[in-house]
């Protein structure tokens, strides 16, 4: 039997442990827990609840030994730009503060004071979103000033549960690129930028690639689970390790990592930092063995998931697909970018609000509000298309979508009418894949990525629709 691995994925609503090992040279994976997840209104504001999601964490590994499946190695990957600050006794200081908290409004102007808006992106390559890590230390320098002072050690939400797990301290290099604090010439920490901007540089760890080894897990965590195991890093955003499973053998391929977020994008050997790239809202966030990924964020799968909470759940995401089909003549489109969208107290309400105030048919029924949020996504997949090959003068004949989305048929075979592409779908955990694949590689299971990534595309089906 080849050894266990284990994936610890957590996502902005839910988490999940995922055992993966080798069988006759295919990947098999074993889902053994799963936890829900989600911001917290506090009195502060919203906030992730750090105790429990960590205890979630030591549960699900306590799981492997009751199972008798002991991995040889473990990571944990999460969403991007969230992070604690450390004092000299390594408690957090302050609360811990979500990307949809509202509190980062206005330090957009703070920031370009201080380094202009132009520059920013000429040194990082990070499109701007008004929740970037750069933004949210920038709310804290206005609000919390005292914390910056007191602060020794900044770690994104991964590296600060590898920390409780070993008592060792890594930054890892594909999500601290998340930040808008990494330079993307020297892919390392941007010291002119962190000075200018007033934020402490000491507090800024080495940066690590994945596949580092962490260490091993402390006594007391050992005893509390029943067992040790090392630790080591998966490219620790969950973008980064999603790509890493896009089942691809060419160098410049076109993907969709389709989840709460759409991340479509293609992989560079250098970043693209041109004036036009920022205009068009572009990234070139770091990837595994410093490829960039170069990609686009749309809201994505956020908006129907909100719509589904607000049905009370009552419909599955093929039933929400199916209602949309049967509304595909429904005119109406939205923007789906659209700030209205990023955190109303009503989805529903928001996009009924944005079709009135656009002049367009206002959707009654949930199958008509599926069929505008699904066709605006596809519409918008379509247009990213065309702008990626422009900014990066390649031609695209395939999207590989892979994620939740993967299984989003309807909205597949929209995206493959209104891209002009074929569409390869799957698989659907590349997250989870994507996490044990760095592990995997660091142990001498693939030799490289593409041997990995060969492996993902004879391991997991993959749905292929022809275009429009």
Known sequence: MSPYFLAVDIGASSGRHMLGHLEKGRLVLEEIYRFENGMKQTKEGLCWDIPVLFQEIKTGIRRCGELGKIPVSMGIDTWAVDYVLLDEQDQILGDTFGYRDSRTAGMDE????????????????????????????MAVKKAHPEYLEQARTFLMLPDYFHFLLTGEKRSEYTNATSTQLVNAETKDWDDEVISRLGYPREMFLPLSQPGTQVGVFTKEIEKEVGFSCQVVLPATHDTASAVMAVPCQEDNCLYISSGTWSLMGTENKKAICTEESRQKNFTNEGGYDFRYRYLKNIMGLWMIQSVRHEEKDQYSFAQLCEMADECSDFPSRVFVNAQEFLAPESMTEAVRQYCEKSGQRVPETTGELAAVIYQSLA???????????????????????????????????????????????????????GNLMAQMIGKGEFARLMQARACVAESFPIREYQKG
């Not at 703070?110 to 230390?137: A, D, H, M, S």
Request: aromatic fraction near 10%; include cysteine; hydrophobic fraction near 35%.
């Open 110 to 137: 703070e920031v370009y004071r201080l380094i202009p808006e132009k520059e920013l992106y000429q040194r990082t390559g990070i499109q701007k979103q008004i929740f970037n890590t750069v933004f949210q230390l």
């Open 379 to 433: 519409k918008c997949y379509g247009e990213i298309v065309q702008e990626i090959e422009q900014l990066t003068g390649e031609y695209y004949d395939t999207i590989h979508i892979v994620g939740g989305g993967a299984n989003a048929d309807y909205l597949n075979r929209l995206t493959a009418s209104q891209s002009g592409r074929q569409v390869l779908a799957g698989p659907s955990e590349a997250t989870a894949i």
